[in-house]
Structure formats: C-alpha cells, structure tokens
C-alpha cells in the first residue's frame, strides 16, 4: 500500500490542564478529500494548527509522503507542501490580489521580468483550476467568496499539496458554496489532497471520501463516508443520539406585537444599510431574517434594540410607538418594555467578557431588584440565582465566579440567552443564536426558543445559516443589500429559493 | 517565545503576589547597581532606607505621611482606570482639591471643628472632582483623549494657582507665595499629639489623622468599585463599551462618574497637606504625588488591597531615601527620582515582560505535583 501524504501519530498537547489532542492518529490519502468533523472545542483546529506549525505538539510525530517533519512555523510547513485556508482569510485589504500572493513570498522582492512571470503562472493556475480570479483586483472589492479562492491561490502557488480549510462555508451563500466545491473538486481531480474541517455534516457528506470525527480531543471515528449517515456522524460527535430535526408544533399565531414601518438605518461610516424596511411580528411566531453577513441584518437589530439611530421611519411595540428619527428609546427602556436581545456577536456586545459569569448574568439587569436595592449590588442573591440559572440551562462550568473568557463559546451564548429568555419578554430579537456553537447546545438553544414562541413571545431570528432558519422560522423575510428581498412561509419554500433570494439574483 | 498559559490555570496569588515582587526585585537590583556606580555600597543604602523609614518613631511616622498621599492619589488612578480612562491629572486635581480645603476651611471656621472637618473634605472632593470634570466632559462628549487633557489640565492648575497664590489669595503681610494660616483650632490633630498622650514624645511628624482618612477612602474605593451599581457600570464601560451600549449603560454618564470620583480622591491630598500639615495653600504643595500614585496603582494592580502595600512602599522609599541622601554624599535627592523610575519602569511599563515565564512556570510545576 502506498504510504499516506499526511501522517500523524500520536500527537498530544495540552494547553494547562485541558488536554485539547489526545493521541492522535491520522492517515490521510493523497488526493481525497478528507473531512474532519466535530463539535467546537474538540479539537479540530489544535489539531490543524499543530499540522500547519502554528502551535507545536507536546509529543508524537507528523510525516508527509512517509518522511517524519519538524513543524516549527507555518514556513516549515509551507515548505513541506501544507497551505491552510483560514476561516479569517490572511489578505491585505487594500492590496491587488497579486500582490497579496507574491506578499513575503520567498523572502525576496518581485518586480520585472519576475513578477510577469509570477503572473503567468498564476494565470495557468487560474486557468487550470478554474478560480476565474482577476489578478489586478484589489481586494477589498472583492466578495467573500472570491476571497477564499485567493487564498486558495495562494496556497497552489507556493507549492501546496495538501489543503486544509477551517470551515470553509460559514461565511458563503449557497451558491458561493457549490462554487468553492467545484473547485474543490478539481484540485482533488489534479491530484492534491483537501483536508476539510466542519461542523456541517451536509458538506461531509457531499464532499469527501472518508471522515474522521473528533470529540473531547480524541479521534473517536474512522470511516468512509459512503458507508456512514448523518445521523450516525452526529451520534460519534456529541457521544449521543442528537434530534436534528426539531419537535416543533404548529404555530398558534396572535396579535401583532411588533411593527417596523419604512425604517432606514445608517452605520457608523454614514452607509445607508437598512433601506425603508416593513416587517411586523405576530406573538407566538418566529420570523427568520435570512440573508449573507453585511446585507443589513446587524444594522437592523442594532436599530430595533435600540443601539442604533433610526434615520428614518418607525418602530411600534403593542402599537405604541417606540422608536423614530427623533425618538429613540435606549435599550434599558425597551428591556422594560419587555423586548430583549440577544445580540449577534457575544464577546463583543453581548458579554463583558472580562467579568465573571455571574456579573454577566444580570448584565443590563443589575439596577433591577433582586440583584440591586439602593444601587448596591446583592452579591448573595446574585450568586445563588446566578447558580440556579446554570443548572437550568447547563451552563458548564457551573462556575459563577469563573471569568466569562474561561467559558467555551456555547457556554457562553447559554449565558446570555439564560438572562435575556429568563425576563420572559413580549418580543425577543435573537441574532446568530448558535454561531460557534455546539451541536449539544444547539439543540438545546433552539429548543428553547421554540418554547419561548410557544410561550406567546413574538421573536425575530437573524442567522445566517440557513439551516437554522428553516428548521425554527414559521415565516422567513430575505434581506439583500438593506432591503427585505422576499418573504416566504417556511412551509414552501426551498433553501434554492432562499440562496438565490439571499444573493440578489431572484 | 513561551506559549501563552492559560489564564484560568493561575492562581492568583502569582499573577498578584509573586509577579509584582519579581519586578520590585528587579528594580531594586538595577538601583543597587546606580548606587553602587555613584560610588557607595548598596547594601548600606538599603540599611539607611530600612532604618530611616523604620528604625526610630519619628522616621515611620513619616513614612505613613508619605503612605497617606500616595493612596489618596494612587486611588485616584485605580478609580479612572476601571473604566479605562488614563487620568494623569492627579496631580492638578490635587492642587484645586488643596483650594477648596482651604476656601472652604476657612469661611466655615466659626463652626465646630468636626463640621468644619467634614465641609473642608466636601471641599476637597467637589474642587478636585470639578477640576476632572472638564476633562472629563471634553472626553465624553468631544472624545478628546484624557491623557492629553488631563496633563494640560496639570499646567492649567499649577498656572492658576501661581497666579492665585501670588495674587489674590497670598498672605499680603508677606512676599512668600502661600496663603495666610487657618486658625489653629481647626487644624488636624497630629500623631505628634497622640503620642504625647502616651508620653512620647517627638521632635516633630507631619503624621496626622489624614492617615484613617486615607484607610476609609480604600474601603470606599472598594466597595463603590466591586459592590455598587455604580462600579459595575464603571467597570462594564472599561472592559468593553459595546457591550455597556447593548445593556443600556450609558458610556458618557460612566466616563464622567468615574473621573469625578477620580478627580475627588485626588482633591483628598489637600487634606492631608493643608489641614494637617502646612495649614495654608503653600505653593507646587502636591509635589509630583500625583504622578507617583499613577506608579502606586499600577503595582497595586488598582485594588485597594494592592494600593496600600504600594503606596506603603513608596513612603518607604521616599522617606527612607532621604535619610540616605543626608548620610550618603555621592546620593543626591534625584538619585532617589531615578529609583523610583526605574520601580515605575518595572511595575508599570514593563509590567508584563516576565509574566508569562513565572505563570508558566507556576503552571507547570503546580501541574507536575498534582499528576504524582
């Protein structure tokens, strides 16, 4: 048998006292694609940064094509014919794509006779592989999807053999997917090899060949992929059966709570982003807002809860009249109200991640009685209902003394939707509620959604996972470029329908 | 390069103990070696400073004088620091704080003595408080940066009181620039005092009652910070004001709060200087404390708990270096400057240039006792 292209053999490391790789063993094939799949914390991407010499391993061994390396740096890597697609893409905004290729590469400056020949080269790639990637164009006008292939370029053009890319798709609309699979595709076709880090177990399923998953730092499956479900990989993930479809019944649909009248918003900049939206929301109902990050959608929570200024037009909780240009309620006042918010990015604005978990437990609620009387904090209240908070929404560890950075990202999102779902609220804005979340908690996450609507709570749900929003939105509003593109009942619709609304094309 | 360890696994008393002792050590071994090029035997200096900030009564009265003033201001910082705001201007709102102890002290004079008191503090911390205000206002508001307008804002005070001090307030009986004297019946009693009511005696100490001031500030510092609303809203605005936004905490009401309160800590120095020590605004009275107390709060990790141990040290050396300076010719009073920049240098600046070695290697070595 032929010697795989990528090795690993018993690789470790631990980070203090949590062992994030336990034994590794890994063989890849040349020229499969390889998924590696798991939840978030498992490992994965430890794992890939020990083969793309970010972080060295404790112990083990990592060989290519049957010869042991030594991983110090990414350049050793590079050198050994491993290239990584980050999730974060590594290109200087401002710089043509040529530039960012030639950038560092090396170690000398490309001009003249060098850099036409760099581009002819990079010409045949394109070619080859069918990246369709002007060279001349600066990055920053280019689209998230072209982005990756730029720094799929990049790799082939320093000589990369093996790809791994770090969720690939978490940023792509649909059909930016099946581009980048087709790509994919056909570096498999020439002979490279992709390694393929995801959660998703759709794009396991469509791409590779076989499959590894990965749990608690361990390697706890094998397989090939025609010979396993979604189901089955789900189970090896989490270490249990998981539900991937919801228990959801029919919606009992009240009155409208929530109204939003020809609202535009600004950003920070001064960009028009929000363009004279409508929507209204009926208590017991979930609207999805679907669309690609920076259509619009973070503007508009931001303007609904009261972070942001209305430019124009109105926001009407149980008819009464919340928000205008003149008018805006802060978001204390709107919590009163009964709307609360689970903001889309957490560490940035949900959490104080520098505080300790039972201080963000009441973050935004710390004035109201029972966590403060006469503006001092009752820090015996607030723990004991801070501990009975985490026992309920199995926040680990259940630790409320414990600095909230400490807490993986689920846990963290628990911490949050325990405070926000906890004040029982007329209408909850929810954004990315499981964006670097876990299956486990995921499942958990949405069901308590499900039971807040069914509850009577009227919620808005802006993701950018499609999935998501189909699973849990009773009615299902597309944003593109600021504006509400289209609006489906969930029933009959397709994610197609969606992912051509979502890119502007329908 | 050592890997970066994770937070969670230290425990705190390395990150807050054994940390801030290395650094100390490492500044006091490179002033050992300044001595030592001046020409004198380091190990006699710290002799010198061990005994003239300990060794007699009249010497460790001095040294919690000079404790007094350093927490005052050194709370000060800590204040402004837990809603990220860098307030160097101790120093002026020390100076307008001493103003308002003394306008105020002495129109209210004919009152009793403890009213007198009490007023004469309110003095001080409305005075510093609204010397910080501005300030603060120009930063919340204008978004000017507190660390430029806080420095000018030093010059601003120093010019003014110049020209108060020379011109509207000065004693007119007298070419000197100070202010007349407040009635001595409303003067803070002094440890000289108190001691005499034991039958020590000594010589003189400007050690006064400012001192149990100076211990209540902490515990206000203390509980307003971690056991308020008001300090939870401070610290949510330091650690991350996006966030402060989302809760509905308001980052321009926090920025002010927390520079006044700033600003009235460091009017407290007045206090000490003008009801218990010179009894009059005497000119440049703050004497660079402000600036020191940056220094106190740092290596005090802007807890109280830390601040006082600092500022301790910091009269240590203040006291203690003087009495070198009087025994050691080659030692002048700015060789003791240089020392305390190198000790700022070292628990400030390069505050965290071993942190990760001694974490990790607490980690480490606490991590292999528990696996046998």
Same mark, same amino acid.
């Given at each position: 048998?032929?010697?795989?292209?990528?090795?690993?053999?018993?690789?470790?490391?631990?980070?203090?006292?949590?062992?994030?790789?336990?034994?590794?063993?890994?063989?890849?094939?040349?020229?499969?694609?390889?998924?590696?799949?798991?939840?978030?914390?498992?490992?994965?991407?430890?794992?890939?940064?020990?083969?793309?010499?970010?972080?060295?391993?404790?112990?083990?061994?990592?060989?290519?094509?049957?010869?042991?390396?030594?991983?110090?740096?990414?350049?050793?890597?590079?050198?050994?014919?491993?290239?990584?697609?980050?999730?974060?893409?590594?290109?200087?905004?401002?710089?043509?794509?040529?530039?960012?290729?030639?950038?560092?590469?090396?170690?000398?400056?490309?001009?003249?006779?060098?850099?036409?020949?760099?581009?002819?080269?990079?010409?045949?790639?394109?070619?080859?592989?069918?990246?369709?990637?002007?060279?001349?164009?600066?990055?920053?006008?280019?689209?998230?999807?072209?982005?990756?292939?730029?720094?799929?370029?990049?790799?082939?053009?320093?000589?990369?053999?093996?790809?791994?890319?770090?969720?690939?798709?978490?940023?792509?609309?649909?059909?930016?997917?099946?581009?980048?699979?087709?790509?994919?595709?056909?570096?498999?076709?020439?002979?490279?090899?992709?390694?393929?880090?995801?959660?998703?177990?759709?794009?396991?399923?469509?791409?590779?060949?076989?499959?590894?998953?990965?749990?608690?730092?361990?390697?706890?499956?094998?397989?090939?992929?025609?010979?396993?479900?979604?189901?089955?990989?789900?189970?090896?993930?989490?270490?249990?059966?998981?539900?991937?479809?919801?228990?959801?019944?029919?919606?009992?649909?009240?009155?409208?709570?929530?109204?939003?009248?020809?609202?535009?918003?600004?950003?920070?900049?001064?960009?028009?982003?929000?363009?004279?939206?409508?929507?209204?929301?009926?208590?017991?109902?979930?609207?999805?807002?679907?669309?690609?990050?920076?259509?619009?959608?973070?503007?508009?929570?931001?303007?609904?809860?009261?972070?942001?200024?209305?430019?124009?037009?109105?926001?009407?909780?149980?008819?009464?009249?919340?928000?205008?240009?003149?008018?805006?309620?802060?978001?204390?006042?709107?919590?009163?109200?009964?709307?609360?918010?689970?903001?889309?990015?957490?560490?940035?604005?949900?959490?104080?991640?520098?505080?300790?978990?039972?201080?963000?437990?009441?973050?935004?609620?710390?004035?109201?009685?029972?966590?403060?009387?006469?503006?001092?904090?009752?820090?015996?209240?607030?723990?004991?209902?801070?501990?009975?908070?985490?026992?309920?929404?199995?926040?680990?560890?259940?630790?409320?003394?414990?600095?909230?950075?400490?807490?993986?990202?689920?846990?963290?999102?628990?911490?949050?939707?325990?405070?926000?779902?906890?004040?029982?609220?007329?209408?909850?804005?929810?954004?990315?509620?499981?964006?670097?979340?876990?299956?486990?908690?995921?499942?958990?996450?949405?069901?308590?959604?499900?039971?807040?609507?069914?509850?009577?709570?009227?919620?808005?749900?802006?993701?950018?996972?499609?999935?998501?929003?189909?699973?849990?939105?009773?009615?299902?509003?597309?944003?593109?470029?600021?504006?509400?593109?289209?609006?489906?009942?969930?029933?009959?619709?397709?994610?197609?329908?969606?992912?051509?609304?979502?890119?502007?094309?329908? | 390069?050592?890997?970066?360890?994770?937070?969670?696994?230290?425990?705190?008393?390395?990150?807050?103990?054994?940390?801030?002792?290395?650094?100390?050590?490492?500044?006091?071994?490179?002033?050992?070696?300044?001595?030592?090029?001046?020409?004198?035997?380091?190990?006699?200096?710290?002799?010198?400073?061990?005994?003239?900030?300990?060794?007699?009564?009249?010497?460790?009265?001095?040294?919690?004088?000079?404790?007094?003033?350093?927490?005052?201001?050194?709370?000060?910082?800590?204040?402004?620091?837990?809603?990220?705001?860098?307030?160097?201007?101790?120093?002026?709102?020390? %100076?307008?704080?001493?103003?308002?102890? +003394? !306008?105020? =002290? *002495?129109?209210? @004079? $004919?009152?009793?003595?403890?009213? &007198? #008191?009490?007023?004469?503090?309110?003095?001080?911390?409305?005075?510093?408080?609204?010397?910080?205000?501005?300030?603060?206002?120009?930063?919340?508001?204008?978004?000017?940066?507190?660390?430029?307008?806080?420095?000018?804002?030093?010059?601003?005070?120093?010019?003014?009181?110049?020209?108060?001090?020379?011109?509207?307030?000065?004693?007119?009986?007298?070419?000197?620039?100070?202010?007349?004297?407040?009635?001595?019946?409303?003067?803070?009693?002094?440890?000289?005092?108190?001691?005499?009511?034991?039958?020590?005696?000594?010589? %003189?100490?400007?050690?006064?009652?400012? +001192? !149990?001031? =100076? *211990?209540?500030? @902490? $515990?206000?510092?203390?509980?307003? &910070? #971690?056991?308020?609303?008001?300090?939870?809203?401070?610290?949510?605005?330091?650690?991350?004001?996006?966030?402060?936004?989302?809760?509905?905490?308001?980052?321009?009401?926090?920025?002010?709060?927390?520079?006044?309160?700033?600003?009235?800590?460091?009017?407290?120095?007045?206090?000490?200087?003008?009801?218990?020590?010179?009894?009059?605004?005497?000119?440049?009275?703050?004497?660079?404390?402000?600036?020191?107390?940056?220094?106190?709060?740092?290596?005090?990790?802007?807890?109280?708990?830390?601040?006082?141990?600092?500022?301790?040290?910091?009269?240590?050396?203040?006291?203690?270096?003087?009495?070198?300076?009087?025994?050691?010719?080659?030692?002048?009073?700015?060789?003791?400057?240089?020392?305390?920049?190198?000790?700022?240098?070292?628990?400030?600046?390069?505050?965290?240039?071993?942190?990760?070695?001694?974490?990790?290697?607490?980690?480490?070595?606490?991590?292999?006792?528990?696996?046998?």
């Amino acid at each position: 048998m032929v010697s795989p292209i990528l090795e690993l053999k018993n690789i470790n490391k631990s980070f203090g006292h949590v062992q994030a790789n336990k034994n590794i063993n890994l063989k890849i094939t040349q020229g499969t694609i390889h998924g590696i799949i798991g939840e978030n914390g498992a490992g994965k991407s430890t794992l890939m940064s020990i083969v793309y010499g970010l972080y060295q391993a404790d112990s083990g061994t990592i060989s290519v094509s049957g010869k042991e390396i030594k991983l110090k740096s990414p350049r050793d890597s590079i050198e050994s014919g491993i290239g990584m697609v980050h999730q974060h893409f590594m290109l200087v905004e401002n710089f043509t794509v040529i530039e960012n290729i030639v950038l560092g590469f090396e170690g000398e400056f490309v001009f003249g006779e060098k850099l036409k020949k760099a581009k002819q080269d990079l010409k045949n790639l394109c070619d080859t592989y069918k990246l369709n990637i002007d060279l001349d164009s600066v990055i920053s006008d280019l689209s998230v999807g072209f982005r990756q292939r730029v720094e799929i370029l990049k790799s082939l053009y320093r000589g990369a053999e093996i790809f791994i890319l770090d969720e690939p798709t978490g940023v792509l609309t649909p059909q930016e997917v099946d581009e980048l699979f087709k790509i994919l595709r056909s570096l498999k076709e020439e002979g490279k090899t992709i390694v393929l880090i995801t959660h998703k177990l759709n794009e396991i399923m469509d791409l590779t060949s076989e499959v590894s998953v990965m749990r608690q730092g361990e390697v706890v499956g094998h397989t090939k992929t025609t010979d396993t479900n979604k189901e089955k990989l789900a189970e090896m993930m989490v270490g249990r059966s998981v539900l991937l479809r919801l228990n959801k019944a029919e919606a009992k649909l009240g009155d409208v709570v929530f109204k939003v009248e020809n609202l535009t918003v600004k950003d920070d900049l001064g960009v028009t982003r929000v363009k004279n939206v409508n929507l209204e929301i009926r208590s017991g109902e979930i609207l999805g807002l679907a669309g690609v990050t920076g259509n619009g959608q973070t503007e508009l929570l931001e303007a609904l809860s009261g972070i942001r200024k209305v430019e124009s037009g109105t926001i009407y909780l149980n008819d009464e009249k919340i928000s205008d240009k003149d008018n805006l309620l802060d978001p204390r006042e709107l919590k009163e109200k009964g709307l609360a918010h689970v903001p889309e990015d957490r560490q940035r604005m949900g959490l104080v991640t520098d505080f300790k978990a039972y201080e963000n437990l009441i973050f935004g609620y710390h004035d109201q009685e029972p966590y403060s009387k006469s503006s001092i904090l009752k820090d015996n209240d607030i723990l004991s209902y801070s501990k009975k908070v985490m026992e309920e929404y199995d926040v680990r560890p259940r630790s409320p003394q414990l600095i909230t950075s400490n807490f993986s990202g689920g846990n963290q999102q628990k911490i949050i939707l325990s405070r926000e779902l906890n004040e029982n609220p007329k209408i909850l804005l929810v954004g990315q509620p499981t964006r670097g979340v876990d299956i486990g908690a995921i499942e958990f996450i949405h069901q308590r959604l499900i039971d807040m609507r069914d509850k009577g709570a009227a919620i808005l749900l802006v993701s950018v996972e499609l999935d998501e929003v189909l699973s849990l939105s009773d009615r299902i509003l597309v944003m593109f470029d600021g504006n509400i593109v289209g609006e489906r009942i969930n029933k009959d619709v397709t994610d197609r329908e969606l992912g051509l609304l979502m890119a502007g094309v329908a | 390069m050592v890997a970066a360890v994770d937070k969670s696994k230290v425990p705190w008393w390395v990150s807050n103990l054994i940390v801030p002792l290395v650094n100390l050590t490492l500044a006091l071994l490179v002033s050992a070696l300044f001595i030592f090029i001046a020409g004198e035997n380091p190990i006699q200096a710290v002799k010198l400073i061990i005994y003239g900030s300990f060794g007699y009564l009249d010497g460790f009265a001095y040294t919690l004088y000079y404790t007094t003033n350093f927490v005052f201001t050194g709370l000060a910082f800590a204040v402004a620091f837990h809603c990220r705001l860098f307030n160097i201007g101790g120093e002026g709102q020390a %100076y307008i704080g001493g103003l308002g102890v +003394f !306008l105020v =002290a *002495i129109n209210v @004079s $004919f009152l009793p003595v403890p009213i &007198v #008191w009490l007023l004469a503090i309110a003095g001080a911390v409305v005075f510093g408080a609204a010397w910080a205000f501005i300030p603060a206002y120009l930063q919340a508001k204008r978004g000017s940066h507190v660390v430029i307008t806080t420095i000018m804002f030093n010059f601003i005070a120093s010019s003014l009181m110049v020209f108060l001090l020379v011109d509207v307030i000065r004693d007119m009986k007298q070419m000197g620039p100070h202010t007349v004297a407040l009635p001595k019946e409303i003067w803070f009693p002094t440890f000289k005092e108190f001691a005499a009511l034991f039958g020590i005696k000594i010589r %003189y100490s400007p050690l006064n009652i400012s +001192f !149990l001031l =100076a *211990i209540a500030a @902490s $515990f206000f510092v203390w509980f307003l &910070v #971690w056991k308020t609303k008001w300090g939870y809203e401070m610290r949510a605005v330091g650690h991350n004001t996006q966030a402060a936004i989302y809760a509905g905490i308001s980052p321009y009401k926090n920025i002010i709060i927390a520079m006044c309160i700033s600003g009235g800590l460091a009017g407290l120095l007045g206090i000490n200087e003008i009801l218990g020590v010179h009894h009059k605004i005497v000119a440049g009275f703050p004497a660079g404390y402000g600036f020191t107390g940056i220094a106190v709060a740092l290596m005090g990790r802007n807890h109280p708990i830390g601040i006082f141990p600092a500022a301790f040290l910091f009269g240590i050396l203040y006291q203690g270096g003087s009495e070198v300076t009087f025994d050691m010719p080659n030692i002048t009073r700015y060789m003791f400057v240089a020392v305390q920049g190198v000790i700022i240098l070292f628990s400030g600046a390069l505050e965290n240039l071993f942190r990760p070695q001694i974490e990790s290697f607490f980690v480490n070595t606490l991590n292999r006792k528990a696996k046998i």
